[in-house]
């Protein structure tokens, strides 16, 4: 009879199932985006408020819980205000092909491909010739190249250039007398997009402090999209390579060259 009562009481349908896992992947998926910034603590303390509210709900305290749900619905309003950063980056994460594959959890889960990979042309030698050439210079120059998604949000923020790549256009680029040097070139189907680019900056706050900006700026770019960066350092000539989020510090040019044949030497 007891046995009878529990099943009857709890009953648990499929879509509730789907229900909590749904729940389960998009927590974890905002997570994934804000660990490692300052919103990680207020994104928990929300969490923890909203059990709270959950708590007393269940208690019946109707005067703490009336207080605690003029907060939730006001709550809201400051979430947007307050995670403005983190909403832009998820959207963005959405807007990728990689959004269920990019994450941890959704290695293994959703392994599939939304859309065709794009065929890229690229000079691979030419941009580890001007990587080489500017480390050894110590000439500053960030480079990002595109993969699936051209970039025309950030390329708009630059000076459009329409080059073919090549080792001399790059380095004049970057030639620290030259009114386009500051800043990021978007490469696009082995065409230099744009120079003078503006790229949003990591928000990490384990980053390694002795890296500049050039650095963080390449660590954000590949946080948000598919690209892959390259950064020369202009203090130590050092070359760094930076994809998916992940910075490759103080590459030789020849590994430089073995990464990108990897991504765009693929059959």
Known sequence: MLNLFILTFIQVRWIDVVDILLVAALIYQIYYLVKGTVAINIFLGIILFYLLWLIVKALNMQLFGSILSKFIDVGFIALLIVFQPELRRFLLFIGTSDFFTKGKLGK???????QVEKTQNLDINAIVKACKYMSESKTGAIIIITKNHELKFY???????DAKVSVRMIESIFYKNSPLHDGAII???????????????TEHSDFPAHLGMRHRAAVGITENTDA?????SEQTGEISYSQDGELKHAITPERLRELLEKEFNKN
């Open 155 to 161: 390329a708009n923020t630059g000076d459009a250039i």
């Open 108 to 114: 293994g889960l959703f392994d599939f491909k939304w």
């Open 187 to 201: 490469i696009s189907d082995n065409i230099i997009v744009a120079a003078r680019c503006v790229l949003p900056v």
């Open 228 to 232: 892959i960066a390259i950064v020369v």
